[in-house]
């Protein structure tokens, strides 16, 4: 079913995943200051809008994938040009400004790192966690995350219309950045000893989560300021990310609220 909304075309497909399709429409929606998720564009389709469109996304920061025709036309069979764009549904916030606001208030800021979690299920329940715990923010990368549509809205129980969701170009820089701002890191991997009950939370903390495939890329290991664990006692080696997510962060909340 289509419908026009703002002026554009949008194509309910699927699991209602919202999307612009075409060239021309693409390029409105990039200079009308749309929140685009994603821009998926023909690999093998390369003339003159579409490099238009590559060059727009590239001054805004938007992420672009170059895929197979097929890819395309399983999101929409209609006139695609080559191009779609996958709309974000929610407003990304400044983490700056998250930062700068806690500080302000005479809060320590915690800030929730979420790399590579592309299951959008777990992904919104991550949210609707962080949301009701009162972390200040989530940050996820621009590319290689899950994609913030209404199926991840809809799992986070309304939480992502309330909770700041930060994109990062490279999220290596990011905590970097963070770092600088005063900020502990804590990674929380398997590969430690040290138990997440020894982290003090109540600094300033930024928690990253990993990927479920392969846990925290190395070079945010590198980084971190500390490593912890969840205690396990069963059989099975880990738990799901959302549920490890929900378990470390009411671990910070218990700190902050003792």
């Known amino acids: 079913m289509e419908k026009r909304t703002d002026g554009f075309l949008i194509n309910k497909g699927e699991n209602e995943k919202d999307f612009i399709f075409g060239t021309r429409a693409v390029m409105e929606a990039i200079n009308a200051q749309k929140d685009i998720d994603k821009i998926l564009v023909d690999k093998d389709v390369n003339n003159e809008l579409v490099k238009e469109v590559l060059q727009m996304a590239k001054q805004e920061?938007?992420?672009?994938?170059r895929v197979p025709e097929g890819?395309?036309?399983?999101?929409?069979?209609?006139?695609?040009?080559g191009v779609i764009a996958h709309m974000s549904a929610i407003?990304?916030?400044?983490?700056?400004?998250?930062?700068?606001?806690?500080?302000?208030?005479?809060?320590a800021p915690m800030i929730l790192i979420l790399d590579r979690i592309t299951d959008v299920r777990n992904f919104g329940a991550i949210a609707r966690t962080a949301e009701c715990a009162g972390v200040h923010a989530i940050v996820i990368p621009e590319k290689g995350s899950a994609q913030i549509n209404s199926?991840?809205?809809?799992t986070s129980a309304g939480a992502l219309n309330h909770l700041p969701v930060c994109r990062a170009k490279n999220l290596y820089y990011t905590v970097k950045d963070l770092k600088k701002m005063g900020l502990n890191i804590v990674s929380v991997t398997e590969k430690t000893e040290r138990l997440m009950y020894e982290a003090d939370y109540t600094l300033p903390t930024a928690l990253i989560m990993g990927s479920e495939e392969d846990g925290i890329s190395q070079e945010l290991i590198g980084i971190s300021d500390e490593f912890v664990k969840i205690p396990l006692a069963g059989n099975i080696e880990s738990l799901n990310v959302s549920v490890s997510?929900?378990?470390?962060?009411?671990?910070?909340i218990r700190q902050r609220k003792g």
């Open 61 to 65: 920061r938007i992420p672009v994938v």
């Open 71 to 81: 890819k395309l036309n399983r999101t929409t069979r209609k006139n695609h040009q």
């Open 91 to 107: 407003q990304y916030a400044s983490l700056d400004n998250v930062i700068e606001e806690c500080f302000s208030k005479g809060i």
């Open 151 to 154: 199926d991840a809205v809809k």
């Open 245 to 252: 997510a929900a378990v470390v962060i009411y671990e910070g």
